[in-house]
């Protein structure tokens, strides 16, 4: 492990900024486990973004200090986050629009900054040379850009970054999976009406791009399966009222679950896990569901299949005829979700733990600070 650049011969500690812009459930997830370990480390850590994100992540129980930010890049943003970083040793933001709001702020001030990218930006149209514009500006002011899936190292050194590397996010592993009490599960699944039905879950954000139109065309598959399989989705977004209308104007067996706490619960419930999305890097859905031991049907997008290897059911992204077969056929073939079962516990056992990403995030501020924690104090 790296060394600590915690307090030495009377030195500060180091400071560290983390910019965190609304805080999806991966990158929210990412920076309160960074917290954690930073400060565990002796670091003094200060966490920007929006109070949303920090009612979610509850960054000032891991000792951080937390500093609210407006949304949009407006200039009392910037300002905000100018004033919280002063004097800081590294800024270290977290995805695109925070890696452009941390370059404004850090304009004329020697502090580097990392930014990690957990995800692309996808827009069509006109909007789509504006991100273009904003991945060149956050790219090219980073010091270095951590980049969650090979992809998105790729897409940064493209867009001018001087330093892109591969840095896997790991995720809080689960403090405890639930146990496997059929009592337990069968009232979970008597909640949902899945009693003698197969339960199929699914969980994320209701936005284009997370596949739900593959994923309801395959729904209508599955009502000519016997007995009719259950599609639950937990999760909300500004999707959600077309889906409901789909729902019901095709008389899917779909239920929209809006955002739950139970995650755990639901995935312990359930026969079949899905992640039909365009594009992941280290899916919090899949991750999930490999520690709880649910078999898995995943699209074969980004850095799904280096997270997954073998462990789960891969189908290529869109198609709703492969999504409907690899589930019709997993329900199907209890041995072969049960080889899926255990091979998902063997793959989740490979990952980085938090420990390893915290040790490699810190071994970056080191080489940019010079190591001691002292390169930029006031």
């Known amino acids: 492990m790296s060394s600590t650049p915690g307090p030495s011969h009377g030195r500060p500690p180091l400071h560290a900024v983390q910019v965190l812009g609304s805080g999806s ?3 929210g997830a990412h920076v309160r486990s960074l ?16 109070p949303v994100a920090a009612e979610r992540y509850g960054f000032t129980e891991a000792q951080a200090t937390f500093t609210p930010l407006r949304t949009g890049t407006n200039a009392l943003t910037v300002a905000a986050l100018r004033a919280a970083s002063e004097g800081a040793d590294v800024v270290h933001a977290h995805g695109l629009r925070s890696g452009v709001l ?25 909007r789509s040379h504006v991100v273009r514009l904003m991945e060149r500006q956050a790219a090219r002011a980073a010091a270095v850009v951590l980049g969650a899936s090979p992809d998105l190292v790729d897409r940064a050194r493209r867009r001018g970054a001087r330093d892109a590397r591969l840095a896997p996010v790991a995720l809080p592993a689960p403090t405890s999976v639930p146990e496997e009490d059929e009592n337990l599960r069968d009232k979970a699944r008597a909640e949902l009406g899945a009693i003698a039905r197969p339960l199929l ?10 596949g739900h139109g593959p994923l309801l065309d395959a ?58 999305s365009r594009w992941e890097a280290r899916s919090l859905l899949a991750q999930e569901a490999l520690h709880a031991g649910v078999p898995l049907v995943a699209t074969s997008v980004g850095g799904v299949p280096d997270l997954l290897g073998d462990a789960a059911e891969l189908v290529p992204y869109g198609d ?13 073939d209890p041995p072969r979700r049960a080889r899926l079962v255990a091979a998902g516990r063997r793959q989740a056992a490979s990952w980085p733990t938090e420990d390893d990403t915290v040790a490699h995030v810190l071994s970056v501020y080191d080489e940019l600070t010079g190591g001691t924690g002292d390169a930029r104090r006031r």
């Open 102 to 126: 941390a370059a404004l702020a850090l304009r004329g001030r020697p502090t580097p900054l990392v930014v990690t990218w957990h995800a692309p930006v996808r827009v069509a149209g006109a």
């Open 35 to 50: 917290a954690d370990g930073l400060v565990a480390r002796g670091l003094r850590v200060t966490v920007c973004g929006s």
């Open 201 to 210: 879950v699914t969980v994320g954000r209701l936005e284009p791009g997370q």
């Open 25 to 27: 459930a991966g990158s």
């Open 320 to 332: 709703a005829g492969a999504l409907a077969d690899a589930v019709a056929r997993l329900l199907d």
């Open 219 to 276: 729904a209508r598959a599955w009502r000519e399966l016997d007995p009719e399989p259950l599609l639950v989705m937990a999760g909300e977004g500004g999707e959600r009222p077309r889906l409901q209308r789909r729902i019901e104007d095709e008389h899917l067996p779909v239920m929209l679950l809006g955002s739950r706490d139970d995650v755990p619960e639901l995935l312990a419930a359930a026969d079949v896990a899905i992640l039909p």
